[in-house]
Nanobody, 124 residues
Framework: QVQLVESGGGSVQAGDSLRLSCSAS????????MGWFRQAPGKEREFVAA????????VSADFAKGRFTISRDNAKNTVYLQMNSLKPEDTALYYC?????????????????WGQGTQVTVSS
């Protein structure tokens, strides 16, 4: 069992940056691959990025490549999502998720634990 708490969201202007954090408590954080997802109003939740439990490999959605970077610090039980060059279409509730296998995944059904989300709002 692991509990996840996201933070770092906020309201920013287009072109700004934000760094989201997801702090984990409970069983060993390094046992979990981690992912970030987002859900915009009126849309389904979508994959953003994932990182394997050692941090050695990442995968990102096409819209995230070149702008968003996922990373983790297993000593701090935290996974991050650095978001640069934000656009209004990045406005969403951002969730982190954990799965108890080595590699991340794109499908939300493959994740076992979820946080409550942190809101990101980007205005033009």
């Amino acid at each position: 069992q692991v509990q996840l708490v996201e933070s770092g969201g906020g309201s920013v202007q287009a072109g700004d940056s934000l760094r989201l954090s997801c702090s984990a408590s409970g069983r060993s954080f390094s046992s979990y691959a981690m992912g970030w997802f987002r859900q915009a109003p009126g849309k389904e939740r979508e994959f953003v990025a994932a990182i394997m439990r050692s941090g050695g490999s990442t995968v990102s959605a096409d819209f995230a490549k070149g702008r968003f970077t996922i990373s983790r610090d297993n000593a701090k039980n935290t996974v991050y999502l650095q978001m640069n060059s934000l656009k209004p279409e990045d406005t969403a509730l951002y969730y982190c998720a954990a799965r108890s296998v080595p590699y991340g995944a794109r499908r939300e059904a493959e994740y076992d634990f979820w946080g409550q989300g942190t809101q990101v709002t980007v205005s033009s």
